[in-house]
C-alpha cells in the first residue's frame, strides 16, 4: 500500500512502516518563519482520530521519497487558540529547505515528547521548540535508523548532528 504512490517509494526496510498520517501540506499562518522553525502543515480528518496531540520525534517522506527526521506537533496549537484552533499536524522537517507546499506528506509518530501546552508567550514557546528539536537530534544521533533517515546522506553517528536548519 505505502509503495503504491510515487510520494511513498521509500528505502526498502521502511517500506513496511505504514505512514501514522498522510495529507496535503496547506498554507500554514506563516507564523513559523518568523518564530525560526517554520513547518509543514496538514490538515487532520477524521481518519485520524488514532493520533493523539502532542510532540513527537517524527520522520517524514519529502518530495522525491527521501526520509528526513522531523520535530513533529499534532494540536489545536492553545498559545495562540485556546481549545477552538484547527486542528492539525506540523512538521519541523531538520535541515531541510525546500518548499513542501501541496506535497502529499507521509507522517511517522516515532517517540513522543511532550503534550502541547499554552506558552505565556512566543518566547517560550521558540525555547521549547529549541529543546523539541535537540530531542530529535539526540533521538537521531542514537537511534539505530539513523541509515533509514540520514538526511543528505548523512547516515550513522553523523546524523542530527548539524546546527538546526529550516524548511
Ligand atoms: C515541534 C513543535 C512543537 C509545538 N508545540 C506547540 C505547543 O506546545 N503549543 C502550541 O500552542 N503550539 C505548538 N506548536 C505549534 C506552533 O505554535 C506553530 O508551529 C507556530 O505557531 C507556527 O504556525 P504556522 O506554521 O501555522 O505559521 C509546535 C510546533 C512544533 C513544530
Same mark, same amino acid.
Given at each position: 500500500? =505505502?509503495?503504491?504512490?510515487?510520494?511513498?517509494?521509500? #528505502?526498502? !526496510?521502511?517500506?513496511?512502516?505504514?505512514?501514522?498520517? @498522510?495529507?496535503?501540506?496547506? #498554507?500554514?499562518?506563516?507564523?513559523?518563519?518568523?518564530?525560526?522553525?517554520?513547518?509543514?502543515?496538514?490538515?487532520?480528518?477524521? /481518519?485520524?482520530?488514532?493520533?493523539?496531540?502532542?510532540?513527537?520525534?517524527?520522520?517524514?517522506?519529502?518530495?522525491?521519497?527521501?526520509?528526513?527526521?522531523?520535530?513533529?506537533? @499534532?494540536?489545536?496549537?492553545?498559545?495562540?487558540?485556546? +481549545?477552538?484552533? %484547527?486542528?492539525?499536524?506540523?512538521?519541523? =522537517?531538520?535541515?531541510?529547505?525546500?518548499?513542501?507546499? $501541496? !506535497?502529499?506528506? #507521509? =507522517? &511517522?509518530?516515532?517517540?513522543?515528547?511532550?503534550?502541547?501546552?499554552?506558552? %505565556?508567550?512566543?518566547?517560550?514557546?521558540? /525555547?521549547?521548540?529549541?529543546?523539541?528539536?535537540? !530531542? @530529535?537530534?539526540?533521538?537521531?544521533?542514537?537511534?539505530? &535508523?539513523? $541509515?533509514?533517515?540520514?538526511?543528505?546522506?548523512?547516515?550513522?553517528?553523523?546524523?542530527?548532528?548539524?546546527?538546526?536548519?529550516? +524548511?
Amino acid at each position: 500500500m =505505502v509503495a503504491e504512490r510515487p510520494e511513498h517509494q521509500l #528505502p526498502t !526496510h521502511v517500506t513496511s512502516m505504514i505512514p501514522d498520517v @498522510v495529507g496535503r501540506v496547506v #498554507p500554514g499562518d506563516q507564523r513559523g518563519r518568523t518564530l525560526g522553525f517554520p513547518t509543514a502543515n496538514v490538515l487532520l480528518g477524521p /481518519d485520524d482520530d488514532q493520533v493523539c496531540d502532542g510532540v513527537y520525534v517524527g520522520a517524514v517522506a519529502v518530495r522525491s521519497g527521501e526520509l528526513r527526521w522531523a520535530a513533529v506537533s @499534532v494540536g489545536t496549537r492553545p498559545t495562540y487558540y485556546g +481549545s477552538q484552533g %484547527v486542528r492539525l499536524l506540523e512538521a519541523f =522537517v531538520l535541515d531541510y529547505a525546500d518548499d513542501l507546499y $501541496d !506535497h502529499l506528506l #507521509p =507522517v &511517522w509518530l516515532l517517540a513522543p515528547i511532550r503534550l502541547q501546552v499554552a506558552f %505565556v508567550d512566543e518566547q517560550s514557546l521558540v /525555547d521549547r521548540l529549541r529543546r523539541d528539536v535537540q !530531542h @530529535v537530534r539526540r533521538y537521531a544521533a542514537r537511534c539505530r &535508523w539513523t $541509515d533509514m533517515v540520514g538526511p543528505d546522506g548523512r547516515t550513522g553517528s553523523r546524523a542530527g548532528t548539524t546546527e538546526q536548519g529550516g +524548511s
